[in-house]
């Protein structure tokens, strides 16, 4: 009982200990993206004098914090681009104030409309993404993807809530960073390579998936099915099957996964749990065979492409002003 109480009180110190450092980490943060700012405020204020002006300020600044690193001459021009981006932005100042400064500049060089900024700001906070991860959702076209391109699915009709929530986690096209499949690779090898790199799978899948297993044994009047990928979604409380297929998309695919979501939903969900959904991966779909093929299925299924990165990274909708790599400042 005393070993017991004692797990708990250092558990809640723990916690305790945890939260302030993060907290501290959130706040030095916050500061010096104010630091900076002001700063670019000053630099852009007193801009008049020229690159002369920044190069001595670079120069002073070091003699006076030999032991700080930030005050470089290309940073400090940073400052100033930063400032005037934002200087009449009052509601973005409060959320880069959450990110880290490469992450900002990073935001600046690669993403020029500050709508679509702001949604990776956002995204950033939320998912918590590294600076390498911001850069690799960019270059995938993460926002197109997951909020401007039409979704294909029947989650409106078929579930009777999270419907929108379902519909936010698909993408369209879905891009996965697996290395080495070969030209004419099979759905096994698709699959295998998915489970190799279940890290980079599940971030492209997006935040609340937790992977249950692949080809994923369901019983059904002592007969075996199963099913390429099962995850379980945290947020939508529901399981989620995924079909691979290297071809066209058939509308036979939403038979035979329909079942797959009766047996889940039958014999392995709970009652707390919310009815299972599937996901169908096609190389190439027609949109038009896919909304005929849904239009009357009574299980949630959605249908999208998806492309394999390092074979078609040259190919993505991307911007042009989105293609600069920035370094590690």
């Known amino acids: 009982m005393l070993e017991q109480s004692f797990k708990e009180i250092t558990n809640s110190i723990k916690d305790m200990v945890s939260k302030t450092q993060l907290d501290i980490m959130l706040d030095a943060n916050s500061k010096l993206i104010n630091l900076y700012y002001n700063i670019g405020k000053t630099i852009s204020d007193n ?82 993404w590294s600076k390498s991860i911001l850069i690799y959702q960019i270059d995938t076209n993460l926002y197109a993807r997951q909020v401007k391109n039409v979704k294909h699915n029947n989650f409106e009709l078929t579930l009777k809530k999270h419907s929108d929530l379902a519909n936010n986690m698909m993408k369209e096209p879905y891009v996965f960073d697996l290395m080495e499949l070969t030209n004419d690779y099979k759905e096994r090898e698709l699959e295998d390579k998915m489970i190799e790199r279940l890290k980079n799978v599940l971030l492209e899948l997006g935040n609340g998936f937790s992977f249950v297993g692949n080809q994923y044994k369901i019983t059904v009047d002592n007969q075996d099915f199963y099913i390429d ?101």
């Open 47 to 128: 801009y008049k004098w020229g690159n002369k002006f920044i190069d001595n300020l670079a120069l002073e600044l070091k003699l006076a914090f030999p032991n700080l690193k930030g005050f470089s001459v290309r940073n400090l021009k940073y400052m100033k681009n930063f400032y005037n981006e934002y200087k009449d932005e009052s509601e973005i100042v409060q959320l880069v104030a959450q990110l880290p400064w490469t992450h900002n500049i990073t935001l600046i060089e690669k993403v020029k409309d500050k709508k679509i900024r702001k949604w990776y700001m956002e995204q950033c906070v939320i998912e918590g």
């Open 229 to 329: 990928l099962l995850f379980y979604h945290i947020k939508l409380k529901c399981y989620v099957a995924v079909e691979l297929k290297v071809d066209e998309f058939k509308p036979e695919y939403v038979s035979k996964i329909g079942f797959y979501l009766t047996a889940l939903d039958e014999d392995i969900k709970d009652e707390s749990d919310n009815p299972s959904i599937g996901i169908i991966l096609c190389q190439n779909k027609s949109n038009k065979i896919v909304d005929y093929t849904l239009k009357y299925i009574n299980k949630p299924v959605g249908v999208s492409e998806y492309k394999i990165f390092d074979k078609i990274s040259n190919e993505l909708p991307t911007e042009e002003d989105i293609k600069l790599h920035i370094d590690d400042i």
